[in-house]
């Protein structure tokens, strides 16, 4: 049984919102029943505003998507469409306590649905999100498009297959498509390593150190017992940590010089400084 939250319970056994409105202003569907997870959502808006005067849903799904469409009914009720098009799939999460890694999924298809809703709204050409021959499937399975997949890379700093798995169901099916996701995730991560550093918002500095410490520098740190941690980042300047049996070796300047300093340089495109404090 997945270990919910008592947040998740409750939106699950007492949902908010549940239904259609029938004169609605904005209507986003997601998912297929097919698929094993749909999500229709309906909103009553006020035209001078723009606030969502009222929201419901109707969707076929497991306790989680309940729980998260019942919650993001909750979020958006009260905001303004621009307000609400900031909402994302880990807020959903948060809202309600967190979600079993493997529900993820459920969370997106609740923003997903809120952006289809929205546009709906903006444009009039139909809330139904319809992927169109410009959207290239990956996986056949769960007609997830490759634009999904690297959405919910970057918004969700994902690095596995798996995760990949958890937050949109690609690759859960018969499998075949793992091999593509994976390319996906690898052509992704290093096409932002490419980017030149000092044009990098904080948080892509932040997951671009993140990656390469954890792929290639704690694994070999690891295997005697350290570990580095990243402190601070000020513009160019990198300052990190040595923890655990790095912190007092004594060949730990030799280790920053060779394996540090090495690699953080041969994998980011631009003038760093990379201090050891």
């Known amino acids: 049984m997945w270990n919910y939250t008592d947040k998740v319970m ?28 749909a999500l229709k959502l309906t909103l009553k808006i006020d035209p001078q505003s723009h606030k969502i005067i009222d929201a419901k849903f109707k969707t076929f799904g497991c306790a989680s998507a309940i729980a998260s469409s019942s919650a993001l009914t909750e979020m958006i009720k009260g905001k303004t469409l621009e307000e609400a098009s900031k909402i994302t799939n880990q807020n959903i999460a948060e809202y309600l306590g967190g979600l079993p890694d493997e529900k993820m ?40 498009s490759e634009k999904t997949i690297l959405k919910a890379i970057e918004l969700n700093n994902l690095k596995t297959v798996d995760e990949v798995t958890h937050f949109t169901k690609a690759g859960g099916g018969c499998g075949q498509c793992k091999g593509e996701i994976e390319k996906i995730l690898k052509d992704f991560w290093a096409s932002k390593i490419k980017m030149n550093f000092s044009d990098m918002t904080v ?42 049996a790095c912190s007092v070796c004594k060949s730990a300047d030799t280790t920053f010089k060779e394996v540090v300093e090495k690699e953080l340089k041969s994998k980011i495109n631009g003038d760093i400084e990379i201090v050891l404090v």
């Open 10 to 37: 409750e939106h699950f056994k007492n949902p908010k919102n549940v239904g259609e409105i029938k004169d609605a202003d904005a209507v986003g569907e997601v998912g297929s029943i097919v698929c094993g997870d």
């Open 105 to 144: 999924h459920c969370s997106v298809m609740g923003m997903e649905a809120l952006e289809a809703a929205i546009d709906n709204y903006n444009t009039k050409k139909g809330g139904k999100r319809i992927i169109g021959e410009q959207e290239k499937i990956i996986c056949k399975c769960f007609n997830v």
């Open 203 to 244: 948080v892509e500095k932040i997951k671009i150190i993140e990656k390469i410490l954890n792929d290639d520098i704690n694994p070999k740190l690891k295997a005697d017992g350290g570990f580095l941690e990243l402190v601070d980042i000020d513009n160019n300047k990198i300052k990190v940590k040595f923890l655990g």
